[in-house]
């Protein structure tokens, strides 16, 4: 056994990150289902470092020193448990396997604990940054034992993204925290996304932009504080022209959005954790509505799909898109920050919320220069009750208030559809309300269910006999 590390599942994601492993100097037994991937990995690119090229699961076991650090890189769900069930006999007890795949952070908690009687260290790992990423320096989330991080710290600092001297991975917390993290990064990217797409859809149908244009409006609100990877790639995406019809490209693309779980999930828990995620969770509803193009065909039939018209000033509504989409995705990381806080306390995984942006400053899809603002903000103040209220975001939000607001009336007005905008906006409006019309919801509740209410103005449970003589009861 010569190999300090090995890495099964070689599609696009494995194959580059076992390329940025065996780059950085460590040797690396690679091995894959169909044994082709393997063979082609290694002619192509088997001069960039030390691979052991291994046919069999048993042959790739063999190849790696023990205790040994084993990672998966294969489709999260029925897969990754096939892969696991595969391995397990052939390990020696204190050997640690990763699952760098999007798993759902419930099968991490029951992987662990499964592996954990065989006295196996199993570590869910969140990977980000795509394929580019994954070869080139990802942002690294790994859970699991401290002991595990310890020992795989070395491998993982060195392939991860630096930012200022950084690595962009660190050890998120014990158990799932890490695939919790980047389930919840994966919610923020669909935010962001979605943002980025109504930001994208105003700027055509009420700023009368062509895709072109759009794409020279995002190139400079990259040089801004909106500088992120997301907004550099739409530059690209809107310039593209497709080859065959000479039409832009995103003329050309169904306009169906697809999802594979991680946005859904992220919502999922949120539910449970009773974390108002309203961004994410239009992002990731505005997907299924793109997808349901019967309803859809339907609808348009029906009502017909003509926009009502306004004038506005080119200049000035892209200055308002701007500053709208701004405090909207200021909107999005606080939620997602809130719901990593609450997920956090729930399991007493000790998350800092200041490492996390810390390590998505680089290497993630998400990565933006606005990250370090939110590590300042928590450096600031741990206990930051929502990233809203740090001093430099509120002002920021404020200086961007009227343009969001307009932009999302104008948006009602016209007809286009702004659902991340509309909700990070009453979001806003609703946290920052001194009273809200939930004193009326359990008045409801109390006089059709005697659900009891409690009173401003004094402690203790009431219910009032509506069927009666109106008289409160103090039932606590
Ligand atoms: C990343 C991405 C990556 C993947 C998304 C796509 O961080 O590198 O998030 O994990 O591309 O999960 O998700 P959807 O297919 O659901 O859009």
């Known amino acids: ?18 390329r940025n492993i065996a780059r950085q100097g460590h040797t690396i037994a690679v091995h894959n289902r169909t044994t082709e991937k393997m063979t082609s990995l290694v002619e ?12 069999t699961l048993e042959e790739f076991v063999a190849a790696i020193e023990r205790p040994r650090a084993i990672v998966i890189m294969v489709k999260a769900g029925a897969p990754t ?9 052939l390990l020696d007890p204190d050997d640690i396997v990763v699952d760098a795949g999007n798993a759902h952070y419930d099968d991490t908690v029951r992987r662990e604990a499964a592996l954990a009687e065989k006295d196996l260290h199993f570590v869910g790992m969140g990977v980000s940054g795509g394929e580019e990423g994954a070869l080139n320096g ?12 310890e020992r795989l710290r070395p491998v993982l600092t060195s392939i991860a993204a630096e930012v200022d001297g950084t690595p962009c991975t660190t050890h998120v917390g014990p ?6 993290v980047k389930m919840v990064h994966n919610g923020i990217e669909y935010a962001d996304m979605q943002l980025i797409a109504e930001s994208y859809d105003l700027l055509r149908t009420v700023g009368g932009l062509e895709p072109a244009e759009i794409s020279q409006v995002f190139r400079e609100w990259n040089d801004g504080d909106l500088e992120s990877f997301l907004i550099d790639i739409t530059a690209d995406v809107l310039a593209h022209t497709d080859g065959d ?3 832009p490209f995103v003329d050309v693309v169904r306009d169906a959005a697809e999802q594979k779980g991680t946005g859904r999930w992220t919502v999922q828990s949120a539910l449970d954790l009773g974390v108002p995620v309203t961004g994410i969770a239009e992002a990731t509803f505005a997907r299924s509505i793109s997808g349901h193009t019967e309803q859809r065909a339907a609808a348009a039939q029906t009502f017909g799909s003509d926009l009502a018209r306004v004038e506005v000033d080119r200049d000035t509504f892209v200055d308002q898109v701007r500053a709208a989409l701004y405090a909207s995705k200021v909107v999005a990381y606080a939620q997602g920050f809130d719901q990593i806080k609450a997920g956090s306390e729930e ?11 810390t390590i998505w400053r680089g290497g993630c899809i998400i990565r933006a220069q606005f990250l370090n603002r939110i590590v300042d903000a928590y450096a600031e103040r741990a206990d930051l009750p929502s990233l809203l209220v740090d001093p430099y975001f509120a002002d920021a939000v404020r200086d961007g208030l009227e343009a969001w607001r307009e932009v999302v009336a104008t948006a009602a007005r016209v007809g286009v559809p702004t659902p991340a905008f509309a909700s990070s906006l009453a979001y806003f409006d609703a946290l920052r309300r001194d009273r809200l019309p939930a004193a009326l919801i359990q008045g409801l509740r109390d006089n059709f269910g005697a659900h009891t209410y409690g009173r401003t103005d004094r402690e203790g449970t009431f219910h009032t006999l509506w069927a009666g003589d109106l008289s409160e009861e103090d039932q606590s």
């Open 1 to 18: 056994a010569r190999a300090t590390i090995g890495l099964t599942g070689l599609a696009v994601m494995g194959r580059n990150l076992a």
């Open 44 to 55: 192509q690119f088997g001069d960039e470092g030390d691979f052991v090229p291994t046919e």
């Open 81 to 89: 448990d096939a892969v696991i069930d595969e391995l397990v006999p």
């Open 138 to 149: 990802p942002s690294i989330m790994p859970g699991g034992s401290e002991h595990a991080w």
């Open 175 to 180: 158990g799932a925290a890490g695939h919790f």
């Open 245 to 247: 019809t000479g039409a």
């Open 347 to 357: 399991n007493d995984w000790d998350v800092d919320l200041g490492d996390m942006a």
